[in-house]
């Protein structure tokens, strides 16, 4: 299969406009990008996907050892960039898929002119000093709930993720949760909540904007100033939006904040 069908790459918009890679997070795909991306299209070409395991992406190409940690979904990135040819692109990374991005554009310098990170999060545990959001108790709980009930997980993880104010968007990314196969969703939320990325924070060499919501249980304000203070000449916009998804809940203050960031 190839690189485009195995990551059910979109592209659409603009062809010979500055390309732009929207990347979804965990328990999620493309589709959450719809009220965004699309109004990019008229000055830019946009390039959708899902990661391997995630929504219509190819199952069979699922790897646990390749995808045993950030790096392998961050070589399918590049690999998908290369493959349409893409050179200083923006990549748009909600959530593990902005540090995702972060590894990418290491990886292949000159595919990536800037980094976008929707509400990034480089560590999810606390560190002595630094403030990842939980403790270990809390992500040995979150995982050992997945583990046991899948669907259980889904629907309670909903409404956390993002925030009490939308409970109809809420709900549909419950429903996109409990479609993920559960062996691929266990091991997805291991490598994301286990991981740290923060030593690969201060070799970012693109221009990047850090877009944190006001109240955010996943990734709380201490960790986008964290990566903020950490990414070289980064900009930090705090948007009006709550929960962990602005892109869904206020996608026109999402687009905005990066339309900004593009244009200065």
Do not use: K
Not at 41 to 65: E, M, N, T
Request: glycine letters at 10%; proline letters at 6%.
């Amino acid at each position: 299969m190839s690189v485009l069908a195995r990551n059910r790459v979109r592209v659409s918009g603009a062809a010979d406009g500055r390309p732009m890679v929207f990347a979804h997070g965990f328990g999620c795909d493309q589709e959450v990008w719809r009220f965004v991306a699309p109004g990019f299209g008229a000055d830019h070409r946009v390039v959708l996907f899902d990661h391997v395991g995630s929504g219509r992406s190819d199952l069979s190409a699922y790897d646990p050892v390749r995808y045993g940690s950030l790096r392998g979904y961050a070589a399918d990135v590049v690999e998908v960039c290369r493959e349409l040819a893409l050179r200083d692109a923006v990549f748009v990374g909600h959530s593990v898929s902005a540090m995702i991005g972060v590894l990418a554009a290491a990886r292949a310098p000159g595919v990536f002119g800037a980094l976008v990170m929707v509400g990034p999060n480089p560590r999810y545990v606390d560190d002595g000093d630094y403030t990842g959001g939980f403790s270990r108790a809390d992500v040995a709980a979150l995982l050992e709930s997945l583990d046991s009930n899948h669907l259980g997980w889904a629907a309670a993880m909903g409404p956390v993720v993002m925030g009490p104010d939308h409970p109809e968007l809420a709900a549909e990314l419950s429903n996109s949760f409990c479609r993920t196969d559960p062996a691929i969703a266990r091991q997805f939320a291991r490598v994301t909540f286990l991981s740290d990325n923060r030593a690969d924070l201060p070799g970012v060499r693109v221009p990047t904007l850090v877009l944190q919501c006001s109240a955010d249980a996943i990734a709380p304000e201490a960790v986008g100033r964290y990566v903020h203070e950490h990414v070289p000449g980064s900009v930090f916009t705090r948007l009006a939006a709550t929960g962990h998804c602005p892109h869904l809940s206020a996608p026109e203050e999402t687009a905005a904040a990066i339309r900004a960031f593009l244009a200065g």
